[in-house]
Nanobody
Framework: QVQLVESGGGLVQPGGSLRLSCAAS????????MTWIRQAPGKGLEWVSD?????????YYSDSVKGRFTASRDNAKNTLYLQMDSLKPEDAAVYYC??????????WGQGAQVTVSS
């Protein structure tokens, strides 16, 4: 069955960096757009980034993370990454990876907690 498992969350000081990983299994990973979505405490879901199946196409970012976050994928390892630099307190959230099937996010990981605090 489809599984998405995030890892790499934790506590970081403002201005610091973290890298999240999302290990995918149970489907042809290289065929799908993958997405990072986050949810801050007490807030709704916020789209972060769409990563196309291959490097030929553009990776998209929300304005709130553009220039600070870098999303990538290794199709040989069935793994998605989110490199987060220059972290701000407002980046604190649970980060989810999700598979996008047309316009639907049909499978989600369990989430990785990111806390940004001094």
């Amino acid at each position: 069955q489809v599984q998405l498992v995030e890892s790499g969350g934790g506590l970081v000081q403002p201005g610091g960096s973290l890298r999240l990983s999302c290990a995918a299994s149970g489907f042809p990973f290289s065929n799908y757009v993958m997405t990072w979505i986050r949810q801050a405490p007490g807030k709704g879901l916020e789209w972060v980034s769409d990563i196309p199946p291959s490097g030929i196409h553009t990776t998209y970012y929300s304005d709130s993370v553009k220039g600070r976050f870098t999303a990538s994928r290794d199709n040989a390892k069935n793994t998605l990454y989110l490199q987060m630099d220059s972290l701000k307190p407002e980046d604190a959230a649970v980060y989810y990876c999700s598979r996008r099937d047309n316009l639907a996010y049909d499978y989600w990981g369990q989430g990785a907690q990111v806390t940004v605090s001094s």
